[in-house]
């Protein structure tokens, strides 16, 4: 009966329970269960049966105990060596076993490679032959140093030209990807930002060689169609040729600008304007922003807070009036937010202007570690700091990585801003930044022809010859996009916004800029450009499979042999150059979900610049249940089933089509394959993830305590923050009831302050209180001593898992199939009903498969509970 | 050996408390301490449950014979000793005041014999007396003075008029809610160099202490008064360290 009880309360029905535990009385008595074999076993069952450790028990499970005991006893080893393998059977061990015995070979001969690798630049720095070189190049003046110099240029960019044009039969392109090849991955182990510029050199080669070669020998002109759709395919991988090459250019040299100091004397300080534009964003999110700023360590009598509302709302009035801040309003709207802040500028008087999206939280610190450069540089126009969000965008909550893999944002705030601050083309963002007033001025205020105000300011900025700053340091953060929509909606207006500052005011053409300043801004503009070449990408192959047009006229080993090569170079450069700001790959899985959207207005804006409305990117709210956002996933369903398509007829010109073409059909077949894969990444972020919390939660570690109603207190941990509520895991279980009225001492800077608040609820030693009833000196002093603290954003990558080029490489194919389960699972019913059995029935098959014991980990609980 | 005198700035900034808390918490830090009462009223010993009939003491132990007055020393834990005053009556008092005024160097030789079997020797001295008047003995140069204070006017009345000299201080029951003492807090912060990074919270687990008969650290070892006793326990460690 107690066994029934137990069977029962794990789970099973009671027709279950009740044959299990007649079953195991059986057992009781025809097996001497009571010896210690027996007991040792039934002591550890969950560990050899995993499978069965923490499920509903149903009438499967004797089978499954069965199969995984017959498993256990027949096929793994009972007792194998430590060490050994147990994950796989016996053939699998076998040919493991000569895999590593051949891979111990290799890595014989690797090893010495890679330390050797690992030396060399400080041999070579060191060596007293360079050393000597360079003196007697020195020496000889400068105008032997100069032709020495352009000698060396021209031999390497005639050596360069010979690589990039000769013709190359099969063998001899075959040796020379080898070697260059060879040489990279070689290279790949030596440290410094020489072996980087190496890198960035073989791979600039091999892809110049591989588009000369597209260009001179893969048309077919004899065809119409063939030749059209070629064209239009090798059009879209010069400009991806062209996006690379620009972006070596941008990222070659990061320049990591350290803080400059702010003088002893504070009235050598300037007067700073803080302002906070906003148009319909929701009191609550901007009263946590004008609080930070007001906490900024800067003198009271230089800093001014200004609320810039164009949505004239009376509460943001009486807000503004209630903690004493500067209120702005207007009734027109034009130019929405440059032309707010011109509305504004015309009413400020500080030195600097420092401009704070609504839903940017800046740090006390901002001011004094941005502040110096306009100090010490008097043409020193713009400094500008990193977005930094502290809740996941749409990518990461709906792919689960967020804060274990670089978002989307990092690789601009982390790479690419510090690379354009090496060429003085910092561009502004429109937010978490601080303006020279003068430099405003002399441009006029702030650029509204187009819907980037940020960047079009910049860019006039820089053309009137004012200098730019960047501080890779997170001093401010916000809440991400939070719904895939919104995010599509946001990039949908950059792109716009940067298309149109293209065509109205070209940064390669007009005066004022340097020749890399006008690379990079060409870079960030053609970046965007993006959606119509990948959306050709991902259709080229089905040019052939469908409409058995030679879109690439070689043989199909050739062409791995020249885009492979290609491809590996840039990987292993990008990987080397952005790997801790982007894992490779994932770059085109952002391009993918964004191709479709992007393509038509960024279309429009190069044809006609002055068409599109200023569009407000919605922020806050929930999802209102978890569900795939069907209207986004829309495009991306039709491109699957085009190559779902292309793929039967893959099969079909296989089975029988002429044989000479079955390589064609081979590596079209793949290449459908990995676009299908990357589609399907892309609906893997379509299919949104709930966000059960109003307001977005922190995750942070700092000490704080809780004081009890009677006077007692105790220390503990504050384990999360957001606006409205707070959660502390105490040193000490203590058992809190809900509703109790408690004391949060939080401390700043060596103070101490006190929050009433409630508890909402108690788990094990992690107490959430509701800090709901703060007075507004009380709520000022929480959020400086929560969202504002200076070192708040600096550990946040930390948790990043390291990026590996190959294994981000099966993520991204992972991710791709993961994205089409998620589709079946989310489907409408009629879709469904079809698969769902399929899914159900494979399950209910796996299930009975035998596993691997493993010890059990609290984390194992975790996961199948 | 270090040797810290606490004393309060007023009376009744709960002193002997921090005394027992400290000399526990320094225990646990694995130092050898020994905790003396200096203070006639002879309280510290309530803290290590001593019976409150029980009368010994190194002033009652030396009243016979001046060489038995450390046969008073009590264990309390391996590691922890306790040297409670003992009690005296009014006259015998007077007469332990003026042997002490004869012999003003008694403690710094008493203090000497005890040298090497102590990490940290931590006084308990009486409030309101400063140093060599009367009833408070004369101790060695090399001895790092405490001064508990209570966040309050009339501790900063006192440290404006008498000040605190070369003294550190301790701020004792602290309370955040208090915008009063906050701003204290800032103000000493500021004016004081010698005031202790650390402050020690009101915390009911220290009335609890007293009332339980034990150190704060062994009557409530959760709470944050515990916790900011062990705070200052390791400060001391660091400071008393390059100090000696």
């Not at chain 1, 009376?314 to 032309?339: C, L, M, P, T």
């Not at chain 1, 030195?351 to 043409?379: E, S």
């Not at chain 1, 990461?396 to 690789?411: A, D, I, Q, T, V």
């Not at chain 2, 009101?202 to 008064?225: C, F, I, N, Q, T």
């Amino acid at each position: 009966m107690t066994r029934y009880r137990r069977y029962r309360q794990r789970g099973a029905l009671p027709f279950t329970a009740a044959v299990l535990s007649v079953g195991t009385a059986l057992a009781w008595l025809l097996l001497r269960l009571d010896s210690p074999q027996w007991q040792r076993l039934l002591g550890n069952w969950r560990q050899y049966y995993p499978q069965l450790a923490y499920k509903r028990p149903t009438l499967g499970d004797p089978l499954r105990g069965l199969v995984q005991t017959v498993w256990l006893l027949l096929i793994r080893p009972a007792r194998p060596a430590r060490g050994a393998d147990l994950s796989r059977g016996r053939g699998v061990r076998w040919l493991r076993r000569l895999g590593s015995g051949s891979l111990a070979m290799v890595q014989r001969v690797r090893q010495p490679l890679v330390q050797l690798m690992r030396r060399l630049p400080r041999m070579i720095g060191g060596s007293h032959a360079l050393a000597q070189t360079q003196q007697r190049i020195k020496a000889s003046g400068t105008t032997g140093e100069r032709v020495f110099y352009w000698v060396l240029a021209i031999v390497g960019m005639f050596i360069a030209l010979l690589c990039v044009t000769s013709p190359f039969n099969l063998y001899a392109q075959l040796i020379f990807v080898l070697t260059l090849g060879g040489m990279a991955m070689l290279m790949r182990y030596m440290p410094g930002r020489f072996p980087t510029l190496m890198m960035i050199i073989l791979s600039i080669t091999i892809s110049c060689r591989y588009l000369w070669w597209r260009y001179t020998s893969t048309l077919h002109w004899a065809n119409d169609l063939d030749l059209i759709l070629g064209m239009i395919l090798l059009l879209a991988e010069t400009y991806s040729w062209l996006v690379l090459i620009l972006s070596f250019v941008q990222s070659v040299w990061p320049l990591r600008r350290p803080v400059k100091a702010l003088p002893e004397d504070r009235r050598l300080w300037p007067t700073v304007d803080l302002v906070i534009p906003t148009y319909n964003e929701d009191l609550s999110v901007v009263r946590t922003t004008v609080m930070a700023a007001l906490g900024l360590d800067w003198p009271r009598d230089k800093l001014t807070v200004y609320i810039l509302d164009d949505g004239a709302r009376e509460s943001f009035r009486a807000f503004a009036k209630e903690v004493g801040v500067g209120y702005i309003d207007r009734h027109d709207n034009r130019g929405a937010k440059a032309g707010n802040l011109n509305h504004a500028l015309e009413r400020l008087t500080g030195d600097l202007v420092a401009v704070f999206d609504c839903d940017h939280i800046p740090v006390r610190a901002f001011l004094q570690l941005t502040v110096g450069w306009f100090l010490q540089d008097p043409k020193m126009a713009l400094v500008q700091t990193p977005h930094h969000f502290f809740s996941a965008d749409p990518f990461e909550h709906n792919l689960g990585s967020f804060r274990r893999k670089p978002n989307e944002g990092e690789l601009f705030y982390g790479l690419i801003q510090d690379g354009n601050d090496l060429w003085n083309a910092t561009f502004f963002c429109g937010s978490c930044a601080v303006l020279r007033r003068s430099a405003l001025d002399d441009i006029g205020g702030f650029a509204t022809q187009t819907v980037t105000e940020d960047a079009h300011t910049a860019l006039r900025l820089h053309r009137a010859g004012w200098n730019s700053a960047y501080m890779r340091i997170p001093l401010a953060a916000g809440l991400a996009t939070d719904s895939l929509a919104a995010h599509v909606r946001q990039r949908i207006r950059w792109a716009r916004g940067m298309v149109q500052i293209f065509r109205l005011d070209n940064p390669l053409l007009g005066k004022g800029l340097s020749l890399f300043q006008r690379l990079c801004y060409a870079n960030a503009m053609l970046h965007f450009l993006s959606g119509l070449p990948r959306l050709i990408f991902l259709t080229a192959p089905l040019a052939f499979l469908l409409l058995h047009a030679y879109v690439i006229y070689a043989p199909a080993v050739l062409l791995l042999l020249y885009v492979l090569p290609h491809m590996v170079h840039a990987s292993l450069v990008n990987s080397r150059v952005q790997g801790p700001y982007r894992q490779t790959f994932w770059g085109e899985v952002y391009e993918s979900v964004l191709a479709w959207y992007i393509m038509r207005p960024t279309l429009v804006a190069l044809f006609s610049p002055k068409r599109g409305a200023f569009d407000v990117t919605v922020k806050g709210g929930m999802n209102q249940s978890d569900r795939l956002d069907w209207q986004i996933a829309r495009p991306y369903l039709v491109l699957a089933a085009l190559n779902l398509v292309g793929l039967g007829f893959a099969v079909w010109r296989f089975s029988y089509g002429p044989s000479n073409e079955y390589g064609t059909v081979v590596v079209s077949s793949l290449w459908v394959i990995y676009n299908l894969l990357l589609i399907g990444a892309a609906l893997a972020v379509a299919a949104e993830v709930r966000q059960v919390r109003k307001f977005q939660r922190v995750p942070v570690k700092l000490p704080a305590a809780l004081r009890l109603p009677d006077g007692h207190l105790y220390p503990g941990l504050l384990y999360d923050y957001s606006d409205g509520g707070a959660g502390i895991e105490l040193d000490t279980e203590r058992d809190l009831a809900p509703a109790t009225e408690v004391m949060l001492l939080l401390e700043r800077a060596g103070r101490e302050f006190v929050f009433p608040g409630k508890v909402m609820r108690t788990v094990e030693r992690q107490v959430g209180i509701s800090l709901a009833g703060l007075t507004l000196q009380q709520r000022i002093d929480y959020v400086q001593c929560t969202f504002a603290r200076a070192d708040n954003w600096l550990g946040w990558s930390d948790s990043h898992v390291p990026d590996r080029p190959l294994r981000s490489f099966f993520d991204v194919l992972a991710l791709g199939a993961m994205g089409y389960y998620r589709v079946i699972e989310y489907a409408p019913a009629w879709v469904r009903w079809p698969i769902q059995p399929i899914i159900s029935a494979s399950r209910w098959l796996l299930s009975y498969f035998p596993r691997m014991p493993r010890p059990l980990s609290s984390d194992s609980m975790k996961s199948t509970t | 050996m270090t040797v810290v005198a606490l004393s309060g700035i007023r009376g009744g900034t709960g002193t002997t408390s921090v005394v027992a808390a400290l000399g526990f918490a320094l225990h646990t830090l694995g130092q050898r301490v020994l905790m003396v009462d200096l203070n006639p009223r002879n309280l510290l010993r309530l803290h290590f449950n001593l019976a409150l009939e029980s009368a010994d003491g190194w002033a009652v132990a030396g009243q016979e014979d001046e060489a038995r007055w450390s046969e008073a020393l009590l264990q309390v834990l391996e590691g922890l000793h306790l040297l409670p005053y003992g009690t005296l009556a009014a006259n015998a008092l007077a007469g332990l005041e003026l042997h002490q005024r004869a012999h003003p160097d008694l403690w710094v030789q008493r203090l000497q014999t005890l040298h090497a079997h102590f990490d940290w020797i931590l006084l308990d001295l009486p409030a309101t007396l400063a140093d060599g008047q009367p009833g408070v003995p004369m101790l060695p140069d090399t001895v790092m003075r405490l001064r508990v204070l209570e966040a309050d006017a009339a501790c900063h009345a006192l440290l404006s008029t008498e000040g605190a000299g070369d003294d550190y201080l301790l701020v004792n029951r602290f309370d955040p809610i208090s915008q009063l003492q906050r701003d204290l807090l800032l103000l000493w912060g500021e004016r004081h160099s010698r005031l202790i990074p650390q402050v020690i919270h009101r915390d009911e687990a220290m009335a609890g202490a007293l009332a339980w008969k034990s150190p704060v650290g062994y009557y409530a070892p959760d709470a944050l008064a515990t916790r900011d006793v062990r705070s200052l326990a390791t400060w001391l460690l660091a400071e008393g360290g390059h100090d000696a």
